[in-house]
């Protein structure tokens, strides 16, 4: 059973960076691509960036909401997706989730077999 599990969620201030991590287990990380999303109250989810098993390159979102300022990463040896925040604007806040799928490395939330429960990030002002 693939589970995953996010932390990392905090307060941060607008201009500040932060990281979230994705633990997974059940499976090895070099099996399964690798998603992170978000989702603010009254918003679709929004696909942010995917780490792929294979030869297709990571996708990053074009959003001019996102782009530039996320960046995911994997280190399969301590099966963790990684995901840094940078440059923390008001729209940022919401509940943060990473998931898992073989087959699929996108912005399609129904793309994926599974979820963590998420972690929440907010912004101070």
């Known amino acids: 059973q693939v589970q995953l599990v996010e932390s990392g969620g905090s307060s941060v201030r607008p201009g500040g960076s932060l990281r979230l991590t994705c633990e997974v287990s059940?499976?090895?990380?070099?099996?399964?691509?690798i998603g992170w999303f978000r989702q603010a109250p009254g918003f679709e989810r929004e696909g942010i960036a995917c780490t792929s098993l294979g030869d297709v390159p990571t996708w990053h979102s074009d959003s001019i909401f996102i782009k530039g300022r996320f960046t995911i990463s994997r280190d399969n040896t301590r099966k963790i997706v990684s995901l840094q925040m940078s440059d923390v604007v008001p729209d940022d806040p919401g509940v943060y989730y990473c998931?898992?799928?073989?087959?699929?490395?996108?912005?399609?939330?129904?793309?994926?077999?599974?979820w963590g429960q998420g972690t929440q990030v907010t912004v101070s002002t």
């Open positions: 059940g499976i090895n990380l070099e099996e399964i691509n």
């Open positions: 998931a898992a799928s073989r087959l699929y490395c996108g912005w399609l939330h129904r793309m994926y077999d599974y």
